[in-house]
């Protein structure tokens, strides 16, 4: 048990023990601290916090908790517990914090992860984001370019929280050792504050779930309430490597089509769904190497026009786009641009049956093109290239009642997408429409 070293302006006297210290004390960019339930993660989060305020006068911090009763009930009584009230003015309908004048003035800007969009706008010195596992990768990603505050500010963003599974935090902190990323994991046990007979307790609770125990007690990786899809040890020996051009923020190119080269794409619009994406895919037909990806909130009309225009790009690549709910209007969109004779069609005489185009993810489908993924994947027969596909695929998982899908805090949109493209190599054909009309008649 020690105390935190006194910050350069104010006089503190608070303590915390080794691992909290060595987190509130690490001035990396990006850190991490990961820890079973009662291991003192919000508050070292928030001493963290305080010392920072205290060190950069003027500093704009955003907080941010899964959702607003996590904030109410959890974050901001971690925070209430560690600043000294004198210090500080909370205004609660503005949802702010703001340093008395003599304490240097900082501001607090406290929010939640319901709408990651929300959270865009504002300039930060730092964010802190607690219980981060629950949150989508989204928040990570929006908030890290925010660090722009103007003046002579440390830049940090940093999380606490318990993992789940195999999300974006293993992803981003955990999977690699990375420049100005850093990471602790601490056990409850290590926490000398907690009440007698508070492990005991816990561990007779979660005796029956030996997985559910190393992650709620230890603060380990784990998957809880299933097993992985996929073959984590493959996944995790695959290379990433920098697309070699990027277009409208939402396109990446890995490697532009060749003359005589073969491409098959598929596409998951999943416009609609809370926080979900549009994704297309699209593989070498040969090696089964992704060479090109869309991604984004995109609208249906808008996202056919895109993934039209991709595939023509790649000789006419052949197109598996996903037909259901707002996938009507995208393949309605997409026979429009006369993209039907190098879609995936439903009868034999497609061009007499239009309604027929299109892939239709059902119960019996879905489960079908997700294990011929997962063999590909393990036999090393196709190769992701992006980094946010394999991360999805890492955080994929089957549930005890054989469901698949997206871990919490994790999506499954570019598995979907990259599933059909695979998939769509056995109905893949590189015949004009002409030609392939002349066959067919006779």
Do not use: H
């Given at each position: 048990m020690k105390k935190v070293p006194k910050a350069k302006s104010n006089a503190l006297d608070i303590e915390a023990y080794g691992k909290q210290l060595d987190f509130i004390n690490n001035e990396d960019k990006h850190s991490a601290f990961l820890g079973g339930r009662g291991s003192?993660?919000?508050?070292?989060?928030?001493?963290?916090?305080?010392?920072?305020?205290?060190?950069?006068?003027?500093?704009?911090?955003?907080?941010?908790?899964p959702i607003y009763k996590t904030l109410w009930n959890s974050t901001l009584e971690s925070i209430k517990k560690v600043f000294p009230p004198h210090i500080y003015k909370f205004y609660e309908q503005k949802r702010e914090i703001i340093l008395e004048p003599e304490y240097g003035g900082s501001k607090i800007l406290l929010s939640s992860a319901d709408n990651p969009d929300d959270l865009r706008g504002p300039n930060l010195a730092a964010f802190w984001l607690d219980e981060a596992a629950q949150m989508k990768p989204d928040v990570w990603k929006i908030l890290v370019p925010t660090l722009r505050q103007s003046g002579r500010f440390r830049y940090q963003g940093w999380i606490t929280g318990t993992p789940r599974g195999f999300n974006w935090i293993y992803q981003e902190f955990a999977r690699e050792k990375r420049e100005n990323y850093w990471m602790i994991q601490a056990s409850a046990e290590e926490n000398p504050f907690l009440p007698k007979g508070f492990i005991d307790d816990l561990r007779e609770s979660y005796k029956n779930d030996p997985d559910f125990a190393f992650q709620e007690l230890e603060g380990g990786f784990t998957v809880v309430g299933g097993r992985e899809f996929f073959v984590r040890s493959v996944l995790e020996s695959l290379d990433t490597p920098e697309p070699i051009e990027t277009r409208e923020g939402c396109i990446e190119i890995w490697k532009s089509p060749y003359v005589g080269g073969r491409?098959?794409?598929?596409?998951?619009?999943?416009?609609?769904?809370?926080?979900?994406?549009g994704v297309a895919t699209v593989l070498d037909w040969q090696t089964g190497e992704q060479v090109a990806k869309i991604r984004g909130r995109i609208q249906p009309d808008e996202m056919?026009?895109?993934?039209?225009?991709?595939?023509?790009?790649y000789n006419n690549a052949y197109a598996l786009a996903e037909v259901n709910g707002e996938g009507r209007h995208l393949v309605d969109k997409m026979l429009e641009l006369d993209y039907g004779s190098r879609m995936y069609h439903r009868h034999p005489e497609w061009w007499a049956h239009e309604d027929k185009q299109g892939w239709h993810t059902n119960t019996k489908t879905r489960p079908e093109i997700l294990s011929e993924l997962e063999e590909a994947i393990r036999l090393r027969l196709t190769k992701p290239n992006s980094r946010n596909t394999i991360d999805e695929m890492m955080s994929f998982i089957r549930d005890e009642k054989g469901k698949t899908g997206a871990s919490e805090g994790a999506y499954d949109d570019e598995v979907m997408a990259y599933a059909m493209a695979w998939h769509g190599r056995q109905y893949a054909t590189f015949t004009t429409r002409e030609e392939k009309v002349k066959v067919l008649s006779y």
């Open positions: 003192g993660k919000s508050e070292a989060g928030a001493i963290k916090l305080l010392l920072y305020l205290l060190d950069y006068p003027g500093a704009v911090v955003m907080v941010v908790a491409y098959v794409a598929g596409c998951d619009p999943c416009w609609g769904e809370t926080n979900s994406y056919a026009q895109k993934f039209t225009d991709l595939c023509r790009e």
